[in-house]
């Protein structure tokens, strides 16, 4: 069982960087691949990135590849998504996701889930 906890949304302007943190429970954290999704009124929830269990690889939609860094620090049960350049058309709530699979795309191959963050980019 893994306990998932956002934070680090909120608003800001165009072109401005913000960094959400997860931050989860149990000892076992090193071994489940992080997601963040992200779901905007309306729009269904969709994958941003992901990142393997040891943190040497990572995955990115093509609409954040360049813009947002995915990080985890294993000793300290966090995964990180660096958010620069940010537009309207990131606004969302952003979630972190564990699968004790390997990585995937889709939210249905996450097992846990956290309860969101609001982020909210204003033109």
């Known amino acids: 069982q893994v306990q998932l906890v956002e934070s680090g949304g909120g608003l800001v302007q165009a072109g401005d960087s913000l960094r959400l943190s997860c931050a989860a429970s149990g000892r076992t954290f090193s071994s489940y691949v992080m997601g963040w999704f992200r779901q905007a009124p309306g729009k269904e929830r969709e994958f941003v990135a992901a990142?393997?269990?040891?943190?040497?690889?990572?995955y990115y939609a093509d609409s954040v590849k360049g813009r947002f860094t995915i990080s985890r620090d294993n000793a300290k049960n966090t995964v990180y998504l660096q958010m620069n350049s940010l537009n309207p058309e990131d606004t969302a709530v952003y979630y972190c996701a564990a699968t004790s699979r390997v990585w995937s795309d889709r939210s249905s191959e996450y097992d846990y889930w956290g309860q969101g963050t609001q982020v909210t980019v204003s033109s």
């Open positions: 990142i393997s269990w040891g943190g040497g690889t990572t």
